[in-house]
């Protein structure tokens, strides 16, 4: 497994040898089906947090292997046989036609989430999932992916077209405006991460985007510097922000996006 990708980035250390142990893994698996391990998120972004960040992953195959093997290797990344050291992984396997071509849907074969701080699910159909999570990532994973193994992120996956990318912002932000399930902290920074992708283009990672709508928003930044001093904490001690705060912010981050959009015919 390669310890970054053909730019350079690193994978941090903390990650490196399960990482190596989740490629076994999904090769032993899928065989020669395999076409691509991407390392995705917090890692593909340069801001993993040890004990703060998941480690997201994409997986990509060719052809789409039968559902014995998408439970067999369900159960062999599950936390309890491949203990995760990050906060729980975050999986998503793709078929390759799928993966290859713009879409706004989900359209995973399996969506798997476990670890000790996650919800445990190994869903294999995308009939009811939440889109928007899937599109936005495969937008930062054919940006930025780092190739684990196989074929390279921008070979492997699509860009979403501009109507499918802004609809999933605005879906993005109207969950955390509702705010369930969700860490306050991590909603304010994510309403950044869409600001700033909408103003410049570019995706970068979470605490810098808060860092940059600071700049650039004053009467916003005694929120937006709460939420990076709580980002720094363990998901377990992480703060309380105003409810209303929160709320007036994200529903600033969403005109903004309705802003860009409409100004891109999305």
């Known amino acids: 497994m390669s310890h970054g990708d053909e730019e350079g980035r690193p994978v941090p250390a903390e990650l490196r040898g399960y990482l190596e142990e989740v490629v076994r893994r999904v090769r032993a698996v899928c065989g020669a ?11 593909a972004l340069g801001d993993y947090r040890h004990g703060r960040s998941d480690v997201d992953v994409v997986v990509v195959v060719e052809p789409g292997p039968p559902e ?5 290797l369900a159960a062999a990344l599950d936390h309890r046989r491949l203990p995760c050291p990050a906060a729980g992984l975050e999986l998503v396997l793709y078929d390759a036609d799928f993966a290859g071509r713009p879409s706004g849907g989900a359209g995973y074969l399996l969506n798997l989430n476990t670890g000790a701080l996650l919800t445990e699910r190994a869903d294999r159909d995308p009939a009811g999932a939440e889109a928007f999570w899937f599109v936005v990532d495969r937008s930062i994973a054919h940006r930025a992916g780092i190739t684990l193994w196989g074929a390279p992120a921008r070979r492997s996956i699509a860009e979403p077209a ?6 999933a912002l605005r879906a993005g932000v109207r969950e955390h405006a ?3 399930g969700h860490l306050a902290d991590n909603r304010v920074l994510n309403g950044c991460r869409a600001v700033v992708f909408c103003r410049t283009g570019r995706w970068v990672a979470k605490r810098a985007a808060a860092r940059e709508t600071a700049a650039a928003e004053p009467g916003f930044r005694p929120l937006l510097e709460a939420a990076l001093r709580s980002f720094e904490r ?16 994200l529903a600033w981050a969403g005109e903004r996006v309705e802003e860009t959009a409409s100004a891109a015919g999305a």
């Open 33 to 43: 089906r395999a076409v691509s391990v991407l390392a995705v998120g917090s890692v």
């Open 68 to 72: 014995a093997a998408l439970r067999e």
């Open 178 to 180: 509702e705010g369930a």
């Open 234 to 249: 363990p998901r377990a001690e992480a703060a309380a922000l105003p409810p209303a705060e929160v709320a007036e912010f």
């Open 162 to 167: 501009p109507a499918e990318l802004f609809a």
